[in-house]
């Protein structure tokens, strides 16, 4: 009897498309939209329109000084 129900339950949710969406709302759906609207860079307090220019270090501020050259030799 029991699983007659779940055999039906299945099928619904296999084949009926609105049924099929809603289980997966309920199961994924919330999380993905909460992680979608934290990662969106337009909604962090920024209004439409604004402009933000991320501006790099020069040459001399960064922490990378360069490197030294090695000689080497070709082996054959």
Known sequence: M???YLFIITLIILFVP???RF???LLVGRQLVK???R???RSKNQRDGEVK???RPSQDETRY???EYVD?????
């Open 65 to 67: 000084k360069g490197g």
């Open 72 to 76: 080497y030799e070709e082996i054959k």
């Open 35 to 37: 992680e979608q609207k």
């Open 53 to 55: 220019v991320h501006v």
């Open 23 to 25: 289980v997966f709302y």
């Open 18 to 20: 609105p049924v099929r």
């Open 2 to 4: 029991l699983f007659k």
């Open 39 to 41: 990662h969106d860079p």
